[in-house]
Nanobody, 117 residues
Framework: QVQLVESGGGLVQPGGSLRLSCAAS????????MGWYRQAPGRQRELVAV??????NYANSVKGRFTVSRDDAKNTVYLQMNSLKPEGTAIYYC????????????WGQGTQVTVSS
């Protein structure tokens, strides 16, 4: 069992930056691909970024502005978000998916990011 706790959300002006963190409990953190997803009101949850053994992958809408990273020693994954846009307003969720056992898939409770002037 893996528990995920996100932090770092909040209100930011367009063009501003935020850094989200996701702390994971449990063991074998390094065996999990860690992803960030977001869900805006009235929209489906979408992938923002993922980091795993195969490297990193980003949604086209955030490429060049967001950076995902992980610290396996701290069981933590980060999402640095720069040049934020109003359409980035959403609940951001952390996801952990085991890279060998696909059924081991966990979600955090989410953190709200609001981009508004």
């Amino acid at each position: 069992q893996v528990q995920l706790v996100e932090s770092g959300g909040g209100l930011v002006q367009p063009g501003g930056s935020l850094r989200l963190s996701c702390a994971a409990s449990g063991s074998a953190f390094r065996l999990y691909a860690m992803g960030w997803y977001r869900q805006a009101p009235g929209r489906q949850r979408e992938l923002v970024a993922v980091i795993g053994a195969g490297g990193t992958n980003y949604a086209n809408s955030v490429k060049g502005r967001f950076t995902v990273s992980r610290d396996d020693a701290k069981n933590t994954v980060y999402l640095q978000m720069n040049s934020l846009k109003p359409e980035g307003t959403a609940i951001y969720y952390c996801n952990a998916r085991h890279q060998l056992v696909q059924r081991l898939n966990y979600w955090g409770q989410g953190t709200q990011v609001t981009v508004s002037s």
